[in-house]
């Protein structure tokens, strides 16, 4: 009895071990050699089962645009369509890259004072009083902005030199600054842009800004961008009688072009068709003429005598009757 439960519980062992050993694949041998792995992107997102990523698509026409960018954009399009008068065009027309440097290179220098600097000079001259010193503190020379400040400035023949922002808004702000400074014979020019200029004046924006005076030391580079403004704004008629916009866009261009192409094919047709309708006339007519040819020969042919003998019996009969 005692042999018979032993071979049992071996069986029963046997048994347990055979469940928990791991089955084998059918069909599958052992491969030869490591299988290679792929490099896989830990970052890349997976879209899918099978694990592939998304392609790259250009999404710039899908794309939702701030509302501020879409006016900037269709304003930007509308001037290019629109035709635009001499006035609003001539903002269009700036100083070039490297005058507009040395320019903001000369008006840095003449920067307003902040609130800190002008309060340090102030206290500087209390302390001096306070002693019993009477030292005099000097405005120092700056740059002039603020539109009204800057017509009155104009309009007394201080400014040496006016300084037009190109992108305000509203242009009437400006639109009427060059014509008053052409007739009061002060050089201007229009830079880009307001921010710009808004910047040297401790702003955000600045329309215009003026220079009533500059330092010794300066006058040459002064002397040298006032050379160059004076041809290019104060004494260019074309920019003042210039019309802007009236640009096609590209897709009515092609509408045009395909026109025209059409009407020139139709034009060469029409010429083609009279040139053949010419030819086929000459040669109808030719062959009536040749008919007519055939037609008198068969006459003569069956009366025996040709026409030219008959006229001549016929003068003779004539004759003799007229004796």
């Keep these: 009895m005692t042999a018979q439960i032993q071979d049992k519980s071996n069986k029963s062992k046997q048994a347990r071990q055979?469940?928990?050993?791991?089955?084998?694949?059918?069909?599958?041998?052992?491969?030869?050699?490591?299988?290679?792995?792929?490099?896989?992107?830990k970052f890349a997102k997976v879209y899918s089962k099978q694990k592939k990523s998304v392609p790259v698509r250009d999404l710039y026409q899908v794309m939702r645009w701030p509302k501020y960018i879409k006016i900037q954009r269709q304003r930007k399009v509308l001037m290019k369509r629109l035709r635009v008068p001499p006035a609003i065009n001539q903002f269009t027309n700036t100083l070039e890259r490297n005058t507009a440097y040395q320019l903001f290179t000369l008006l840095a220098k003449y920067s307003p004072e902040t609130k800190k600097q002008k309060k340090t000079r102030l206290q500087?001259?209390?302390?001096?009083?306070?002693?019993?010193?009477?030292v005099k503190s000097k405005k120092p020379l700056t740059v002039k902005y603020g539109i009204n400040h800057v017509t009155s400035l104009v309009e007394?023949?201080?400014?040496?030199?006016?300084i037009i922002a190109h992108?305000?808004?509203?242009?009437?702000?400006?639109?009427?600054?060059?014509?008053?400074?052409?007739?009061m014979g002060i050089p201007y020019c229009i830079v880009k842009g307001k921010a710009r200029l808004g910047k040297v004046v401790h702003k955000k924006?600045?329309?215009?800004?003026?220079?009533?005076?500059?330092?010794?030391?300066?006058?040459?580079a002064f002397a040298k961008i006032i050379d160059i403004c004076m041809p290019k704004f104060n004494d260019n008629v074309e920019t003042r009688t210039k019309w802007g916009g009236g640009v096609l866009s590209s897709k009515a261009r092609k509408a045009i072009e395909k026109n025209l192409e059409s009407?020139?094919?139709?034009?060469?047709?029409?010429?083609?068709?009279?040139?053949?309708?010419?030819?086929?006339?000459?040669?109808?007519?030719?062959?009536?003429?040749?008919?007519?040819?055939?037609?008198?020969?068969?006459?003569?042919?069956?009366?025996?005598?040709?026409?030219?003998?008959?006229?001549?019996?016929?003068?003779?009969?004539?004759?003799?009757?007229?004796?």
Excluded: F, H
């Design 18 to 41: 055979k469940k928990n050993q791991p089955k084998k694949q059918k069909g599958k041998g052992k491969r030869k050699g490591k299988k290679k792995q792929k490099k896989v992107d």
């Design 124 to 134: 500087k001259v209390a302390e001096s009083k306070v002693i019993g010193d009477n």
């Design 156 to 162: 007394r023949k201080k400014a040496k030199l006016v």
């Design 167 to 183: 992108d305000v808004d509203p242009i009437e702000l400006v639109v009427w600054l060059p014509a008053l400074c052409r007739k």
């Design 205 to 220: 924006t600045a329309t215009a800004l003026a220079l009533t005076d500059v330092k010794q030391q300066d006058k040459n």
């Design 263 to 323: 009407s020139q094919l139709s034009k060469k047709l029409m010429q083609e068709q009279k040139i053949r309708e010419r030819i086929i006339k000459e040669k109808l007519e030719q062959q009536r003429l040749e008919e007519e040819a055939q037609k008198k020969k068969e006459e003569e042919a069956k009366n025996g005598k040709p026409e030219a003998d008959k006229t001549e019996d016929k003068k003779d009969t004539k004759k003799k009757s007229n004796k």
